[in-house]
Structures are given as structure tokens and as C-alpha cells.
């Protein structure tokens, strides 16, 4: 259904399907089509930082995310899958497509696990030796995540009189 809408989008009245922010870079454009009947949710955004451009797509699906990161181009890169795992919820991650020698992204699937509580599928094309570029894609990601709400509530403690 989600690939339905994706491709109806340049058929259909686009209006009532998505809407679209253009921030004040003409770098920072936003599409968001709203959850269809089964629950899913698109959102696809730019980024300029460090003189890259890093492309978002986010796939809000019922119990898992789908996110997929591109520097500078529209390839899928490395993709990896995260969940909890039992007994003693710790995150699992494994690479589905690309080698075990380039693990980028494969943190970043694991901590979005953490954050969200959800099972996660990253695509991560993002150069090898770019720590940094990782840690800002990482952090516009998990700001966009908070600010749709797909990230889980931190637990509040009790103040102690």
C-alpha cells in the first residue's frame, strides 16, 4: 500500500497526499505523506552539513522503523537489521547487505533501537572514514525521529523526599 502512494504521487492530487515545508536553505526540503490505512507513515528529508548533503527517508511501519541515509547520492549503501533480542534485551544487529568490514551505520541501528524500542531497518551510504559526517547523520536522524514521536519516552523517576 505504502509503494501505492509512492507511486501514485505523480498521478494523484498531490496536495491531498503529502505536504512539503521548504525551510529557509533551499537544501532543507521536507515531504511527509500522511499514514495510510495500514499505519504507515513517509517522511523524506535534505540536510547540508560539512559541505555534504545527507538524504533521509524515514518508513514509520506499524512496529519497526525503516531508515535509510544517502550522502550525495540516492544509493542504498549498507543495510543492517536491529531488534531487542531475550532474554536479557540486548540489541542484535546484522548486516544485510554489504561487508563485514564496513560496519557505518550498524551503531547507529543499534542505539535508534534503544531509542525507540522498535525494530529497525537502516540503510546507511555514508563514506567509510567519515566518523563525524556518521555522527551528524546520527544526530539529524534521531531529532527527526524525536520530533515525529517515534522515539519512546525516557522513564521518569520519582523525586525521594
Known sequence: M???KINDLAIEDKDSIMSTEIGSSSSNQRLSIEPDEDGAEITCFSEEVRDVT???QIIR???QI???IGCNSAKIGHL????FTRPNNS???TSILGGSSDNTGSSIARRLVMKTGLNIVLACNIPKNSPMLEADAELILVKKLISL???RAKPQLSPTP
Open 91 to 93: 540489541v542484535s544487529i
Open 80 to 83: 543492517y537489521a536491529a531488534a
Open 61 to 63: 511501519l506499524q512496529k
Open 54 to 56: 545527507l538524504h533521509f
Open 66 to 68: 525503516y531508515a535509510w
Open 149 to 151: 514521536g517515534y522515539t
Open 2 to 4: 505504502v509503494l501505492e
